[in-house]
């Protein structure tokens, strides 16, 4: 990280950490849709209804309970609400969730590296037009200068009897299915579009993004710390080659970046996919948005979700029901050779991306359990060299 990134970020955090004490002194005033809520504490009936209600005269919050919750990067609680008559006539929505940063070390690592910010314009701006299975979003909001941040979404465990994807969940062949169907309809919607330079000036395409990474939270010593860490999960002839595996990262990102660019989820790991009671995969958790080739989701989603088996058996016919749900969807796909050789390439998204969830330090939060992680790294990491990645980064030309 070069000394300016580093006074950048180093002034970022200093006044982060000034907002987060003040609001803990002087708790900010949550009444209106314009006001954003610290934490689950400070919501209040006024407030939801504010947010809930605002297109619904008459309607209002009469009380909400508690759910269940979790932390990780964020923190997460569900919620149900009651309304008056005026608002169950109006169908408003019951049972939803809340997700928010009401930590110091949250709004430090989804602050400065935009995660909030990309969240909030992806509910306010492209869910509402994507077809997809993905929460519907209620509300979106946050302070730029303390990176506070409050999001009331779809409580899909509810209304959809979904269940949250993690590494230790089996995803059968029809799970699967499901997964590069929805991918490639979300591909599909903004293939090649003049939509992501015109409406979302915001996004950067995926190499730009990392790079933004690198310089932020030094992202390269972290992962290079986890290929050591996980030194008895990765297979032998992938660790002789540890060297070249952040050159080969970054190199993958480039050919990422070519066009044609779609819309990319980015940071689509098992753990980000929910499963309803019919078995269709969901997306949530759209904090890593960005444009790129499509082959960076596909081969991020397959390695993560399957089972080193199942990928190795489905892997081809898998890429191959891609390939024709895009085109159903107006994207182009290439010939297989192509999107196979580039879905061999991505394999190291996936793979950084965990290997820095595994080699962050006591100082960062827990963004994710180690056996979680470890099961991760096991399988994009196996992946790799039965693909032969790092010998296909190989034939990369200018």
């Given at each position: 990280?070069?000394?300016s990134?580093k006074?950048?970020?180093a002034?970022?955090m200093?006044?982060?950490a000034?907002?987060?004490?003040?609001?803990?002194?002087?708790?900010?005033?949550?009444?209106?849709?314009?006001?954003?809520?610290?934490s689950?504490?400070?919501?209040?009936?006024?407030?939801?209804t504010?947010?809930?209600?605002?297109e619904?005269?008459?309607a209002?919050?009469l009380?909400?309970e508690?759910?269940?919750?979790?932390?990780g990067?964020?923190?997460?609680q569900?919620?149900?609400v009651?309304?008056?008559e005026?608002?169950?006539k109006?169908?408003l929505?019951?049972?939803?969730?809340?997700?928010?940063?009401?930590?110091?070390?949250s709004?430090?690592?989804v602050?400065?590296?935009?995660?909030?910010?990309?969240?909030?314009?992806?509910y306010?701006?492209?869910r509402?037009?994507l077809s997809?299975?993905?929460?519907?979003?209620?509300?979106?909001?946050?302070?730029e200068?303390?990176?506070r941040?409050?999001?009331?979404l779809?409580?899909?465990?509810?209304?959809?009897?979904?269940?949250?994807?993690?590494p230790?969940?089996?995803?059968d062949r029809?799970?699967?299915?499901?997964?590069?169907?929805?991918?490639?309809a979300?591909?599909?919607?903004?293939w090649?579009?003049?939509?992501?330079?015109a409406?979302?000036?915001?996004?950067?395409?995926s190499?730009a993004?990392?790079?933004n990474?690198?310089?932020l939270?030094?992202?390269?010593?972290v992962?290079e710390?986890?290929?050591?860490?996980?030194?008895?999960?990765?297979?032998?002839?992938?660790?002789?080659?540890?060297?070249?595996?952040?050159?080969?990262?970054?190199?993958?990102?480039a050919?990422?970046?070519?066009p044609p660019?779609t819309?990319?989820?980015?940071?689509?790991?098992?753990?980000?996919?929910?499963?309803t009671?019919?078995?269709?995969?969901?997306?949530y958790?759209?904090?890593?948005?960005?444009?790129?080739?499509?082959?960076?989701d596909?081969?991020?989603?397959?390695?993560?979700?399957?089972t080193?088996?199942?990928?190795?058996?489905?892997e081809r016919?898998?890429?191959e029901?891609?390939?024709?749900?895009?085109?159903?969807?107006?994207?182009?796909?290439p010939?297989?050779?192509?999107a196979w050789?580039?879905?061999r390439?991505?394999?190291?998204?996936g793979?950084?991306?965990?290997?820095?969830t595994?080699?962050?330090?006591?100082?960062?939060?827990?963004?994710?359990?180690?056996?979680?992680?470890?099961?991760?790294?096991?399988?994009?990491?196996?992946?790799?060299?039965?693909?032969?990645?790092?010998?296909?980064?190989?034939?990369?030309?200018?």
């Amino acid at each position: 990280m070069s000394v300016s990134a580093k006074a950048r970020l180093a002034g970022s955090m200093l006044r982060i950490a000034g907002h987060t004490l003040r609001e803990r002194v002087a708790k900010p005033r949550v009444a209106t849709a314009e006001d954003i809520p610290g934490s689950y504490h400070d919501i209040t009936e006024q407030w939801l209804t504010a947010v809930l209600c605002r297109e619904h005269p008459g309607a209002r919050v009469l009380g909400f309970e508690r759910g269940a919750g979790s932390e990780g990067t964020t923190s997460r609680q569900a919620m149900t609400v009651s309304y008056n008559e005026a608002g169950r006539k109006a169908g408003l929505p019951e049972a939803v969730f809340a997700k928010f940063t009401s930590k110091l070390l949250s709004r430090m690592l989804v602050g400065p590296a935009a995660a909030v910010s990309s969240e909030a314009r992806f509910y306010r701006f492209v869910r509402p037009g994507l077809s997809i299975e993905a929460p519907v979003g209620y509300y979106a909001a946050y302070d730029e200068r303390s990176w506070r941040s409050m999001f009331l979404l779809e409580d899909v465990m509810t209304t959809r009897g979904a269940r949250p994807g993690n590494p230790e969940m089996y995803v059968d062949r029809q799970m699967a299915e499901s997964m590069v169907v929805q991918l490639a309809a979300l591909h599909g919607a903004f293939w090649d579009s003049p939509r992501l330079a015109a409406d979302f000036p915001w996004l950067q395409n995926s190499e730009a993004y990392q790079v933004n990474l690198n310089e932020l939270i030094g992202f390269r010593g972290v992962t290079e710390n986890g290929v050591k860490v996980s030194d008895t999960i990765m297979p032998e002839s992938v660790l002789r080659r540890r060297s070249e595996i952040w050159p080969s990262f970054m190199r993958s990102l480039a050919l990422n970046s070519r066009p044609p660019l779609t819309l990319l989820h980015t940071d689509v790991h098992i753990g980000n996919w929910y499963a309803t009671e019919q078995k269709a995969m969901g997306l949530y958790d759209w904090q890593c948005l960005t444009k790129g080739q499509w082959a960076g989701d596909v081969a991020y989603a397959l390695s993560s979700a399957l089972t080193v088996d199942d990928r190795r058996a489905w892997e081809r016919e898998l890429l191959e029901l891609y390939l024709d749900e895009l085109k159903a969807a107006g994207g182009e796909p290439p010939a297989f050779g192509e999107a196979w050789l580039a879905y061999r390439r991505q394999m190291f998204h996936g793979l950084a991306f965990w290997l820095f969830t595994i080699g962050a330090s006591r100082l960062q939060p827990e963004m994710q359990p180690k056996a979680f992680s470890m099961i991760n790294v096991a399988r994009m990491s196996q992946a790799v060299e039965d693909l032969e990645s790092l010998d296909s980064m190989r034939r990369t030309c200018g």
